[in-house]
């Protein structure tokens, strides 16, 4: 994730949010050093967001109450079925995209108002989700994945096959398919020409090229 990408999920992160929260869960959800997130805040500071910090039990950094953006005009019966469905997706591990779906609850939840978040609480509580637990990936390959996809970039993998040999491959991603727990990713091996499948969890590593 660029910066200013990250400065403007942090701030829709922080707006989404009722209670303050701190430099170190920022860092955490957004996979920087606590020293980035502080730096990243005083630069939302800079840019004139309204951002305070409070101490104390439910205190930390949160935007000024009266801070808004033009709304989206969710009701809170759309705003659960939405988040509820996308929390589901991001904790199974169906697929590749859970730091863009986190990004996006964030912003479904910031466009309620105190009262359509309070019922959205009640209603959450209400939903739930059984489904076939998905096959274990990795953070950091999925972000790979993401990027590439969406900048239509060339991946550099590598890859436990189904005999426990690892190879690398230069790939462009061609289509992902999400079947239950497992994700499969259809591409162009760039070496072989040829189309591959490879199964999300067997990719050991991954990383877009410049």
């Given at each position: ?94 697929l ?19 009262s ?36 239509s970039r ?57």
């Open positions: 994730m660029r910066r200013t990408e990250r400065l403007f999920a942090i701030a829709e992160y922080l707006r989404a949010r009722r209670t303050g929260t701190t430099a170190e869960a920022i860092a955490e959800r957004f996979g920087v050093t606590v020293r980035t997130a502080y730096r990243d805040l005083a630069s939302l500071r800079e840019a004139h967001l309204p951002l305070v910090a409070d101490r104390g039990r439910g205190g930390g950094y949160a935007l000024d109450r009266s801070y808004s953006l033009p709304p989206v005009n969710f009701n809170a019966r759309e705003a659960a079925v939405l988040i509820s469905a996308g929390r589901w997706l991001s904790e199974m591990r169906v590749p995209f859970t730091a863009t779906l986190d990004s996006a609850i964030d912003k479904v939840r910031g466009a309620l108002d105190r359509a978040q309070r019922e959205l609480q009640s209603r959450l509580k209400e939903l739930a989700y059984v489904g076939v637990p998905a096959r274990a990936s990795r953070d950091d390959v999925r972000k790979a994945i993401e990027q590439a996809w969406f900048e060339v991946l550099r993998i590598r890859y436990r096959g189904a005999s426990e040999i690892k190879t690398k491959r230069r790939i462009k991603l061609e289509r992902i398919v999400m079947d239950r727990g497992e994700t499969r990713i259809n591409a162009l091996d760039l070496e072989k020409n040829e189309s591959r499948q490879f199964l999300l969890d067997r990719i050991e590593h991954a990383e877009t090229e410049t």
